[in-house]
């Protein structure tokens, strides 16, 4: 069983074919929160700021979880929320 479920995750408001949209740009957000994180860390790490590596000055969750599986926690605990628009 998938957890969440997608009964749990729409809350009986969106099809499947709207969390999925929702999913998709959430996991496109999560990506680049990332590339804004590394890229900013890859600086640190240049200008001679921090002696730490570069895997430990990116949230644990960004590099280690895949977009995706993230845009969906995320939407699980509220963090992101599903939001119809009219066209």
């Given at each position: 069983?998938?957890?969440?479920?997608?009964?749990?995750?729409?809350?009986?408001?969106?099809?499947?074919?709207?969390?999925?949209?929702?999913?998709?740009?959430?996991?496109?957000?999560?990506?680049?929160?990332?590339?804004?994180?590394?890229?900013?860390?890859?600086?640190?790490?240049?200008?001679?700021?921090?002696?730490k590596p570069l895997a430990a000055?990116?949230?644990?969750?960004?590099?280690?979880?895949?977009?995706?599986?993230?845009?969906?926690?995320?939407?699980?605990?509220?963090?992101?929320?599903?939001?119809?628009?009219?066209?």
């Open positions: 069983m998938i957890y969440p479920t997608i009964e749990e995750l729409t809350k009986g408001e969106f099809n499947r074919y709207e969390l999925v949209l929702g999913v998709a740009k959430g996991a496109r957000i999560v990506t680049d929160k990332y590339v804004e994180m590394r890229a900013r860390a890859q600086k640190m790490i240049e200008n001679h700021e921090t002696d000055l990116i949230p644990t969750e960004y590099k280690d979880q895949k977009a995706v599986k993230l845009a969906i926690s995320k939407l699980a605990d509220g963090e992101f929320k599903l939001v119809r628009r009219d066209v």
